[in-house]
């Protein structure tokens, strides 16, 4: 079956020269769903000194990080020589073009200060942080869509969608793909994962490992930057982006369990 892509409008309000549009929105709904989902992790986390005001000052840091992480990243993973030659476009954001990896680098460096300004150690409040993010992710794959960016590859059969705007090849809707394995899906298993007492580090780790094998494996389905294409081994850019993450996610959580491990000695280790 071949669907067709709806192309929808891409503003969503039009209140004469002001235009509001569906992935300004998206953006928005990411910064409620934080706020929303944070407040609940606070009030179930009482006894650890959380309170809502503390969310809404990591969203104040945060939203600084996203931006310019994201634009910084996209700069300088993507295309570094063209805004070598054009550094003045660096500044303009309006073009497009942001990187999910440059942008958490900038929430992280962001988390940081915010930490370091509130006496707090920098990775309970990664591991606060890190389940209130995927639907935040899930929000911008779906402003992808409806602005029609991103597609997929094409999936060589009569099954997928047409961007018409590309090509009449059905494609793979990779937008969607990534809107429920880094949004939908890695949210539940990092609220699931939180809502028990974790080793500090733990969760940070399970979302840096949990996003960067989703990422990984949604990267086959989408389609390559045509300035970039196909690298090494056969691997995206992002896909190599993403290696970093798992490994650095899969060290976090063996370093936080045997760290807690250590912490709490067993019978044996009394016994010697």
Do not use: C
């Not at 549009?21 to 009030?43: H, K, P, S, T």
């Not at 680098?105 to 915010?114: D, K, Q, R, S, T």
């Not at 009449?168 to 880094?182: G, I, K, M, T, V």
């Amino acid at each position: 079956m071949t669907l067709v892509h709806p192309q929808f409008d891409p503003i969503a309000i039009q209140l004469g020269p002001l235009a509001v549009r569906w992935y300004g929105l998206m953006y928005v709904a990411a910064f409620v769903l934080f706020v929303v989902l944070g407040r609940v992790r606070a009030r179930r986390n009482m006894m650890t000194g959380w309170r809502a005001h503390d969310v809404d000052d990591m969203l104040f840091y945060g939203v600084f990080g996203v931006i310019l992480g994201g634009r910084l990243g996209y700069v300088v993973f993507y295309k570094p020589l063209y805004y070598l030659e054009h550094p003045l476009e660096i500044f303009a954001v309006w073009q497009g073009g942001m990187s999910f990896h440059g942008g958490m680098l900038g929430v992280l460096v962001a988390l940081w200060f915010y930490a370091r300004g509130r006496g707090r150690r920098w990775l309970d409040v990664t591991d606060f942080v890190a389940p209130l993010v995927p639907l935040g992710l899930a929000a911008g794959r779906l402003g992808n869509f409806i602005n029609g960016e991103l597609w997929g590859r094409p999936t060589g059969t009569s099954w997928g969608m047409v961007f018409p705007q590309v090509d009449a090849l059905a494609r793979h809707p990779s937008q969607l793909y990534q809107f429920a394995l880094e949004g939908v899906l890695l949210f539940a298993i990092l609220w699931i994962y939180a809502s028990r007492a974790r080793p500090m580090g733990a969760v940070s780790g399970a979302f840096l490992l949990g996003y960067g094998v989703m990422r990984f494996v949604a990267e086959f389905a989408r389609e390559p930057d045509a300035f970039l294409g196909i690298l090494a081994l056969g691997f995206t850019m992002g896909q190599w982006l993403s290696l970093p993450m798992i490994a650095a996610g899969a060290a976090m959580m063996l370093w936080a369990n045997l760290r807690a491990g250590k912490a709490h000695p067993t019978i044996l280790d009394r016994m010697k």
